[in-house]
């Protein structure tokens, strides 16, 4: 009878076996890299590739209704969407390989963050429908997490984690600038599809560049790239259009990132008259991080009451750890943003400590509660401080720290007089959409007419 009982209890070992990380220079494989940001996803893979990984960026939305078909419709979108891509992929290299085809040579890189968000078990998740498919078990998902501020330790030689890291962290602000770039161009482009066009051939230009440079570390030449994009793109700004309304976007970093969930949110905008400055990648990467920070700062404190001599020690090193990070993460996205301001101004990040010291002074929230909330409340406050006319936050449809952020701010803005917009996702067209859009940017002219907007010094 127990050994019976026994036989049902469900093994999750395959979660551990095949969910975590893998020394990716090692392996040999195709790393398959999903499209959240589309400039940020190509860099980082070629910064990948530069280091010996063949990392690859797959189509987004197009399997969108194999995503759909497994999953039951309560995970959150970007679920939906990654679920798809990954499938979708692995079926097209079927077709295209044949009996050649081995899903052994292959690991889907997903990273997650811990709770209360539902990103956390999407590797889990997908790992349950990959393995409902007998021919692509052997597929193995790659895994970095928020826990440890992303760190790559055991997915690349001891040698090399430092240098991977920094020139990861590189292409992503450097992905951040050329998003900036292309939203403060094509607003005022002399021709319709100038920026666009540019944007990709820059974007594959500094993949090059990446690829080339950044295992040997010659950040400023890659520096050196970005400043000849920015100059260029100069040409593309017509200066006889008139200055328009600036909106300020937050969010989930999924939803504000990915273009195709988002129905292209910043386009449409765009197309009623705006100029936008959606929330940064690196943005994330530099919480994550001060994050931890918080935390060992918290564990140090308890251990010292506590008078736990190893504790004492392990918090103190990690607390170093984290700081160097953090340190090392905002010089360097302050140097790049330097370098890009003084030859095209382009809105800059705020500072993550900054975010925090909002949020308390004003008595909003707290770092404490943890997840995008954060960065959202405090970021739409300053936003509205800094004179921007309006905010949009955007975010997947049941979003739990979106709604948070909606509850917290939407009076607020009110009460400040400046236009906001909540924009929830899923895989439909929400009805109203337009008419929502066309009424807030309306009111972003009128808050434009009566106060001007935020200067580009």
């Excluded at 077709?95 to 690991?107: E, L, M, S, T, V």
């Excluded at 990040?349 to 954060?374: M, Q, Y």
Aim: hydrophobic share 35%; with cysteine; charged share 25%.
């Amino acid at each position: 009878m127990l050994q019976a009982e026994s036989q049902k209890v469900i093994d999750f070992q395959f979660l551990k076996d095949n969910v975590g990380r893998f020394n990716l220079g090692r392996s040999n494989k195709t790393i398959l890299i999903p499209e959240m940001n589309r400039i940020g996803g190509h860099l980082m893979a070629a910064v990948f590739r530069g280091f010996g990984i063949q990392g690859v960026v797959m189509d987004t939305y197009k399997g969108l209704e194999l995503g759909k078909a497994y999953t039951s419709g309560k995970e959150c979108y970007p679920c939906q969407i990654t679920t798809g891509d990954i499938l979708y992929y692995l079926k097209q290299e079927q077709k295209r390989q044949g009996d050649r085809f081995n899903a052994n040579n292959y690991i889907y890189f997903m990273p997650e963050a811990g709770g209360p968000c539902r990103f956390g078990m999407y590797n889990k998740y997908q790992r349950i429908v990959l393995d409902s498919f007998p021919d692509l078990r052997a597929v193995k998902i790659g895994s970095l997490t928020t826990n440890d501020g992303y760190s790559l330790d055991g997915m690349i030689d001891n040698g090399q984690v430092s240098d991977l890291r920094k020139a990861g962290y590189l292409s992503v602000v450097i992905s951040d600038i050329l998003d900036r770039l292309l939203w403060r161009i094509r607003p005022y482009e002399k021709e319709q599809g100038m920026a666009d066009d540019f944007i990709e051939t820059s974007m594959k230009e500094m993949e090059d560049c990446f690829e080339t440079y950044g295992v040997r570390k010659q950040f400023d030449t890659i520096l050196d790239e970005m400043e000849r994009v920015i100059q260029t793109s100069r040409a593309i700004m017509d200066p006889e259009i008139p200055e328009k309304p600036l909106i300020g976007m937050v969010g989930e970093i999924y939803l504000r990132s990915h273009v195709h969930a988002n129905q292209n949110l910043i386009r449409v905008l765009e197309t009623h008259g705006a100029e936008v400055v959606n929330a940064s990648i690196a943005e994330w990467i530099n919480f994550t991080t001060y994050e931890r920070l918080r935390d060992t700062k918290t564990g140090l404190r308890l251990s010292l009451k506590q008078f736990r001599i190893n504790e004492i020690k392990d918090h103190l090193q990690n607390m170093v750890h984290f700081a160097g990070d953090l340190l090392y993460q905002q010089a360097k996205q302050g140097q790049v943003y330097k370098r890009a301001k003084s030859i095209l101004n382009l809105e800059k990040d705020h500072k993550i400590k900054e975010l925090e010291n909002v949020l308390k002074k004003n008595n909003l929230f707290s770092f404490d509660v943890g997840t995008e909330a954060c960065l959202s409340i405090a970021g739409i406050w300053q936003y509205a401080k800094e004179g921007f006319n309006g905010v949009v936050n955007v975010y997947p449809f049941t979003c739990m720290p979106s709604t948070i952020t909606s509850a917290v701010i939407k009076p607020l803005m009110s009460e400040l007089g400046v236009p906001y917009l909540d924009t929830p996702y899923d895989s439909s067209f929400l009805p109203g959409r337009e008419a929502a859009i066309r009424t807030f940017m309306y009111q972003a002219y009128q808050h434009f007419n009566r106060n001007g907007r935020q200067q580009h010094h």
